[in-house]
Nanobody, 124 residues
Framework: VQLQAFGGGLVQTGDSLRLSCAAS????????MGWFRQAPGKEREFVAA???????YYADSVRGRFTISRDNGKNTAYLQMNSLEPQDTAVYYC???????????????????WGQGTQVTVSS
């Protein structure tokens, strides 16, 4: 699966952004889609994931503010980010993989395909 992430940008605290991840060349409808992020000087961390049945998972730091969704007809996954905070600043990556449930769906090592990343910067 080839993935392309887009939708990042520079916003202010409290603003919203929607990231998109377009997939091609694979079995999108049966793969889990995940979003991960990496801030400067920090390790990559899990943000959110949705399995092929629509079950969603969130990091504690974003639960209630971010919403992950998928449109299998468009081979696209989304991450709606509301109430953005400066600590959300990072490069956001989408990923696809044959995982279904926690805890494996939270683990980036379980994903076989990765997009190129899109920068999200939240100013205070």
């Amino acid at each position: 699966v080839q993935l392309q992430a887009f939708g990042g940008g520079l916003v202010q605290t409290g603003d919203s952004l929607r990231l998109s991840c377009a997939a091609s060349g694979g079995a999108f409808s049966t793969d889990a889609m995940g979003w991960f992020r990496q801030a400067p000087g920090k390790e990559r961390e899990f943000v959110a994931a949705v399995n092929w049945m629509g079950g969603s998972y969130y990091a504690d730091s974003v639960r209630g503010r971010f919403t992950i969704s998928r449109d299998n007809g468009k081979n696209t996954a989304y991450l709606q980010m509301n109430s953005l905070e400066p600590q959300d600043t990072a490069v956001y990556y989408c990923a696809a993989g044959s995982v279904y449930y926690s805890p494996k769906i939270l683990d980036g090592n379980e994903y076989s395909s990765w997009g190129q990343g899109t920068q999200v910067t939240v100013s205070s």
